[in-house]
């Protein structure tokens, strides 16, 4: 290159330094960047939280998923900010505007459209804050109900909104979620800059979507999904002699639930409902099993934890199913020697001014039904402390609320049953099956109280006596029977939170657990179901109880000697208990059993679910949705800054724009210059 050609270059790049300056920066906060890695940070912002995900029936689909087979990208926006939305946006949406703009949502198809992607914001400040969220039903599956008031409002703050299908992903944030997406909101307010956009991005993609696959039918011909359930577990005091049928007790059958649900898949503690019953049924568990004597008892105690109940109570249909099929599940079972069901429902929210009140929701006026309530009364009255009270439910309710009382009901309506709840005539809980119904929705001390009660209910039932004077039923029998709070408490924050959660003592002490929060959703069935599964297909939870209750209704509880290193034990009475959490465990003589939890119109077979033809004889079976779960790879939400794509034809055009002038400078200038040179 001449001189002259140098010379023009180098006023042409000063020319372009003066009119077009290009600052960089990353953020405005990392001076250097040592890696990929790094530079990924900076630019991507990972963000914590809970999906909602795709569930479908046999009629259709609920829950969300990205509209198509790709990752969604859409500019970030605050509700509140909201006017006229020209292209889809991800709505950051707090909790106490949820319900509203859900209901927007399915109202307005337009304002439907414009929405990209949804970000909760939610926490414990909400739950002071708002009055009630339960985006279930005023009556939840009331399908499902034994009598025909199907209108009744038992659940009066329902929105119903978790029962829409949404064509686009939402995600509930985490605490670190929430300060992230802050974080990265406040940097947009201080930069000032119109030629950016932060955008958030889902990755929320459902098999089924990508399938065409929009019914469980159809999913599960296609193999896109899995059907809704776990493991139910059931246990009895004393065990049971499973080889022979004489002398057989009749039946007090004690039942509770360990699943919840909620709007988000992930996020499901179920506080108050149902996990508040399941704690003080095992306190109850855990205080009888200090009583001796068991054996000389006139009934029989039986344990009946269930799964799936929220998902047309596919635990306890279940159950029954199997007891008329008289499977090894339930082996030593019989429903004729069922005499009562005594279930414990929500009781967390049952204290008031030191008093701790429970309701008494009976089936039907019966001989057993009575025994049941009159027991209740006594184990009322041996409390010296008096700060329990039973009273009957309002006799105007058109019966049992949502229960799972009800599929005993559906299936033998002369069922005996008495359900507690910390309820009389709707639901106390105005978080029912909300994100919002956890740890803090629940009160220790009415846990205890209920689970206190019931105790010594259970132990005046067990001894068959109608006279309330009697040695059986004498204070001084009762007396002896303490729920212990400590581990009441203990076990709340284990099933109730993620710190400690399920890495607590109190259950790595019987498992290994793969999870630390307990989500308390039923989950999907993955392989064969059996009575004997892999543990691998089992959920922390249910392991949890196995184990639990197995210990607790042995009868060589902390005497055994032998031991069971691979989980089996050399007698058929016997079961190995805490192989998970060391490395031999115990046998012990018990009988617990895991029972699978998964619709009765369903089969498994050659490695595939098929759903079975209607079978009119069932009317649980008729009206039953046969849930499940779109499968999915990955679900992953990430927030970043782009530039707008008018900015970027911007830049490009001033590009253009600059190098034409920049030749034409060069051309002009050297022919100056070489002019100039001549002269010279």
Not at 45 to 71: F, H, M, Q, T, W
Not at 465 to 480: Q, Y
Not at 526 to 533: A, D, L, Q, R, T
Request: glycine share 6%.
């Amino acid at each position: 290159m001449g001189l002259p050609r140098l010379v023009a270059v180098a006023f042409t790049l000063a020319l372009v330094s003066i009119f077009l300056p290009l600052p960089f920066s990353l953020a405005g906060e990392i001076t250097s960047i040592e890696s990929v890695p790094d530079l990924q940070k900076l630019m991507y912002v990972a963000v914590d939280g809970y999906p909602c995900v795709r569930l479908l029936n046999l009629s259709g689909e609920i829950g969300c998923s990205n509209p198509g087979l790709s990752k969604v990208v859409a500019p970030l926006i605050k509700l509140k900010d909201v006017k006229d939305l020209v292209e889809p946006h991800t709505v950051l949406v707090t909790a106490d505007e949820m319900e509203d703009f859900f209901t927007r949502v399915s109202n307005d198809l337009s304002f439907a459209s414009k929405i990209g992607g949804v970000l909760i914001e939610s926490g414990s400040s909400f739950q002071q804050k708002l009055k009630g969220l339960s985006p279930d039903k005023m009556f939840p599956q009331a399908e499902f109900s034994p009598y025909k008031n199907v209108e009744y409002k038992w659940n009066p703050m329902a929105s119903s909104i978790m029962w829409k299908a949404y064509n686009f992903p939402v995600y509930l944030l985490s605490e670190s979620g929430i300060t992230a997406v802050q974080k990265f909101l406040s940097k947009k307010d201080m930069k000032h800059k119109t030629y950016t956009s932060d955008v958030a991005e889902f990755n929320m993609v459902m098999e089924t979507t990508k399938a065409g696959t929009h019914n469980s039918e159809a999913c599960l011909q296609e193999g896109t999904c899995l059907p809704l359930g776990g493991y139910s577990v059931w246990s009895s005091l004393p065990p049971i002699n499973v080889s022979s049928s004489n002398n057989r007790k009749p039946i007090v059958l004690t039942v509770a639930s360990m699943d919840s649900a909620s709007f988000f898949r992930d996020k499901s503690f179920g506080a108050d409902s149902p996990i508040s019953g399941l704690v003080a049924f095992l306190g109850a568990v855990d205080a009888l099993s200090r009583v001796v004597g068991f054996s000389n008892l006139k009934k029989q105690l039986v344990f009946l934890v269930l799964t799936g109940e929220t998902w047309g109570y596919l635990g306890s249909r279940r159950f029954l199913h199997e007891l008329d099929l008289h499977s090894d599940a339930v082996a030593g079972l019989s429903d004729t020697m069922i005499e009562t069901v005594l279930e414990i429902g929500s009781v967390g929210k049952g204290s008031s001014g030191g008093i701790n009140t429970f309701f008494a929701h009976k089936t039907r006026v019966s001989s057993a039904t009575n025994m049941t309530l009159d027991a209740l009364k006594i184990a009322q009255d041996s409390f010296t402390s008096k700060n329990i009270k039973i009273l009957s439910a309002d006799k105007t309710n058109p019966g049992i609320p949502p229960s799972s009382t009800m599929a005993f009901m559906k299936k033998n309506p002369q069922t005996s049953a008495v359900v507690l709840e910390d309820f009389d005539t709707k639901f106390v809980n105005k978080f029912y099956h909300s994100h919002l119904d956890d740890l803090s929705n629940v009160n220790s001390s009415s846990v205890v109280a209920a689970a206190s009660v019931v105790a010594r209910t259970l132990y005046i039932l067990a001894t068959g006596s109608k006279d309330t004077s009697s040695s059986a039923t004498s204070s001084s029998a009762l007396g002896s029977i303490h729920v212990n709070a400590s581990f009441v408490e203990e076990l709340l924050a284990c099933l109730l939170s993620c710190e400690p959660g399920l890495s607590c003592n109190l259950v790595k002490d019987y498992i290994s657990p793969t999870n630390t929060c307990p989500g308390n959703y039923a989950g999907v069935m993955s392989g064969e179901p059996s009575s004997n599964p892999y543990l691998g297909y089992v959920s922390d939870v249910s392991r949890f109880l196995w184990n639990f209750l197995a210990e607790k209704t042995s009868v060589q509880k902390g005497n055994t000697t032998s031991s069971c290193s691979k989980g089996t034990c050399s007698r058929t009475d016997q079961v190995c208990i805490k192989a998970e959490s060391n490395k031999e465990g115990t046998c012990v003589v018990s009988t617990t059993r895991y029972v699978p939890a998964y619709s009765t119109r369903l089969k498994y077979a050659d490695g595939a679910w098929t759903i079975l033809p209607q079978n009119t004889s069932d009317s649980m079976g008729m009206v039953d949705p046969v849930w499940t779960e779109s499968n999915w790879n990955t679900i992953s939400v990430q927030v970043y800054t782009v530039q707008h794509s008018a900015y970027d034809n911007a830049v490009l055009v001033a590009g253009i724009t600059v190098t034409l002038l920049a030749y034409i400078g060069i051309m002009v200038a050297e022919s100056f210059i070489a002019k100039a040179l001549k002269q010279d």
